[in-house]
T-cell receptor
């Protein structure tokens, strides 16, 4: 059982470039989430999706977009990366109506 | 609105000593409370949670936490620290039913000294 996979593991990106972080889960969870983790700030929710075909904005959505074409995949796109988006990004999922989230291993992104 | 405060970004304990990681929350509705653990270069994993019922909850690896409504606290404890407990610990709160509205604390990094 893989759970949640994220790709790439790490990436260095030039400012202004477009980047898509991939997230796939095999648990058939309805809800998926994207967080960024920054030192001293904990985890902050970027976007979420309660079910395939729907998405919502979290605490820090600016500069990011998501899509949820199917249950398993929830990619996060940075249309034009900026240095302040340097962070570790975590994807998570949960079953609809439950409260426990399951996290992927993270993607470390550096924007220069 | 809800918030979580974790007192102490770094905590050091000797191996075998009591572990106490503090978490205080604010929530306008009855909250669900969580502790997650993050080992180096890994994602978060659930340690324990309180939703309803017994206020003392037990989790994995010998950890437990007690929900104290009067003190708005959910401190994490373990009687005897092991070297393998070295990790970062996050307290989190969600309003009951608001599953996407989770708020994480800023984390406490636990160091265990041999």
């Amino acid at each position: 059982i893989a759970g949640i996979t994220q790709a790439p593991t790490s990436q260095i990106l030039a400012a202004g470039r477009r980047m898509t972080l991939r997230c796939t889960q095999d648990m058939r969870h309805n809800a998926m989430y994207w967080y960024r983790q920054d030192l001293g700030l904990g985890l902050r929710l970027i976007h979420y999706s309660n079910t395939a075909g729907t998405t919502g904005k979290g605490e820090v959505p600016d500069g990011y977009s998501v899509s949820r074409a199917n249950t398993d995949d929830f990619p996060l796109t940075l249309a034009s990366a900026v240095p302040s988006q340097t962070s570790v990004y975590f994807c998570a999922s949960s079953d609809a109506g439950t409260d426990t989230q399951y996290f992927g291993p993270g993607t470390r992104l550096t924007v220069l | 609105a809800q918030s979580v405060t974790q007192l102490g970004s770094h905590v050091s304990v000797s191996e075998g000593a009591l572990v106490l990681l503090r978490c205080n929350y604010s929530s306008s509705v009855p909250p669900y409370l969580f502790w997650y653990v993050q080992y180096p270069n890994q994602g978060l994993q659930l340690l324990l949670k309180y939703t309803t019922g017994a206020t003392l909850v037990k989790g994995i690896n010998g950890f437990e936490a007690e929900f104290k409504k009067s003190e708005t606290s959910f401190h994490l404890t373990k009687p005897s620290a092991h070297m393998s407990d070295a990790a970062e610990y996050f307290c989190a709160v969600i309003p009951s039913g608001g599953y996407q509205k989770v708020t994480f604390g800023t984390g406490t990094k636990l160091q265990v000294i041999p």
